[in-house]
């Protein structure tokens, strides 16, 4: 059912984890460096601090994978039993090893703490078995061989697990990989998760390879393209294509290609490219427009400020909002938004202002007016939005982005073509 | 080996886990609620979209623990195979639930986006099983009976597993437990875990019924006691003298012993139990605060306005924050943070202002000022925060947020004195 060395699977051991006392970013980055290895990972688990459960656990995954990668469980108190229990399981005696002991006694020297004798637990290996340095703590890691397959164990806090996985695992799992695997995501926005599939579901039904997945985020979907090949070039070649067809079906609602873009970073550098200078005006949403935009570094450069206003004496003085709007549309009004985008010369200049006003609650709750003028072109969108108080105003964060886009676009196109 | 109906496990499915494109957060939050509640917890696991392995993976979940929870896959597309593959484990058929079908061409139609066929999957539910309803997305979650045990089947998206699991689970595993565990969360901030645990290491020591246990948290240290009895009362009499004692240790470093409250709701309702009204002045949090403070139902009765003023010009224009200053001290200074709140009286009248100035990245990333004005009593505090760019500006908002209850509690108690 299995190929040969090419299954990997991770059990992470620690009470903590089933009390939910720490979230378990551990198996997050080995599972992402695993994918990236090109190597498959069907199963996941989490097991406590318990010796016949840890036991039964690594039988179960030995059965079903080739490669287990245990992490926790490694250090000095008599909780930890990652060790002894996978070289029960291995059939290996634990024999001192000198090299980790030395190490282990230098580790303590050097920080001045008193030694004590559990600590000399943590350089017991079991014997065949290699050993990891750890540069970064007292617990070294250690490959078993078992059988035809192997188990590694790597120590669980991510300031150890990260560094001795890339410099002593990756070297290791490269080795036995047959292939190389590689994904590019492309993100969409302005079309529903169900819609996006509807429009390539011919696309995903003849997929091979590459394959092709669908993710719904909040008003976003990505569609990840995996390829595998005997080097990047050949993944490479078989992902553009498909890339190339995302292009045609879905046109300009992809704001990127490319993993690590996210959709406040798109429209930063969308602003970035045309030198224009954004300011915000939120209501509802109250500072989470601002606060996105922010969140990508050298946004200084194209962001100057937001006013929250929240009451409506603030979009008044503030954003400039006449009162008798206020009075006869009311707050939540296509004028309302119309009008705190209506100045891009005070209080600051700016070239872009986008504004949001909406009920995050209440018996209108999610009903939402979106504004974005791009020197004086004003488009207003309105929303209906669904969920709870904070749930409509991500969702109102999104959309106040994705108007931004496609405003901008817009634009610059216009200016292109005049 | 297990109590009937007390042992929970975790099986949450979807390949982007499996990928690592995501942090199973819902993992975490699940295992916590669900120690909460008294029950325990010996396996979590994870698998893929795949038919096979799901079933098995389910299988084995219900061969070793009494409620199986599984998270994802609930989704309109052919890879959601959650419900379908626990309905086959439960002999049960699929069967359209006209209800759960009209919420969702009810919550396609608010929102005006086309309904594709695909939709009405998400409808369908196995026959005998309770439907959970969906107030933030279009899949209802299920709980399907199988044998003497149960499957408790949630969306994957945190911002509907979570209300969902509030609303309709907890009271069903409430129901299912042989005793009445309760707990209540002592909230602590200004002290370190680590200190936090080493104040009350005896009775850590020392307990039994109640526990006691300490999650941090960012800026924060979360203090659960958890009783078990025969009813609430006995519980609740338990629970009483460790919250007096935690009480008489930390004082008014605690800011709640209510689990729902947050620490934005802690500081709203001092803000409304003084009649004062708050403004914000912010840069690196960049709207953060007034996005926490917004995140409270009824927060427009105490806020009135936050200005994120990003760059220079804003602080000076529309903060009052002197040029000189700026020039002279820099806009990461005491004295900007102090200039930002000075003004009570303009633009908008308010009885209280909190700015928050400081570097999210580059070499200075993490030295922030926060500044506290509270009737012309200023306040100001110097941070130097550890983390990427998100993460110093979380630890920010939440020390914003800390120093305004501090200064509010100071002048409430100094103003009932004089």
Redesign the interface.
Known sequence: MFNKNNTVELLCVGTE?????????N?????????KLGLS????????D?AG?LEE?IK?ALSRSDIVILCGGLGPTEDDLTKEIASKVAGKQLLMHEESKKRIEDYFKKRGIKLTDNNFKQALIPEGATVLTNNNGTAPGVIIPYEDKFMILLPGPPGELKPMFYESVVPFLRKISPVIFK?RTVKVVSV????A??MIKDM?DAQTNPTI????K?GEVHI?VTASGKDEDECDSLIKPIIRELKNRFGNNIYTTHDEVSLEKAVVDLLLSGGLKVT?V?S????????R???V?G??DV?????????D??KH??AGVKKSTLEKQTAVSRETAEEMVKNLDA??KSDVCVGVTGY??GEDA?HVFIACNVHGRVEVRE?????????V??SATTQALVLMRDAVLKFLSEIAFS
């Open positions: 984890l089933l009390l939910g006392n720490i979230v378990n970013t198996a997050a980055f080995l599972a992402e460096e695993i994918a990972s069907y199963y996941q688990s989490v097991v406590g318990n459960r656990s179960l994904s529903g998760e169900s819609v599939e509807t995903i997945a669908t993710y719904a909040t990840r915000a939120e509802c949403t109250a500072g989470m427009v601002a606060s935009i922010v969140n570094p946004a200084s962001f100057k400020y937001s006013l929250v206003t929240y009451c004496e603030a003085k503030l209080p600051l995050a609650d999610g929303f209906h939005f669904v969920g709870n108080r904070l749930k105003r991500e």
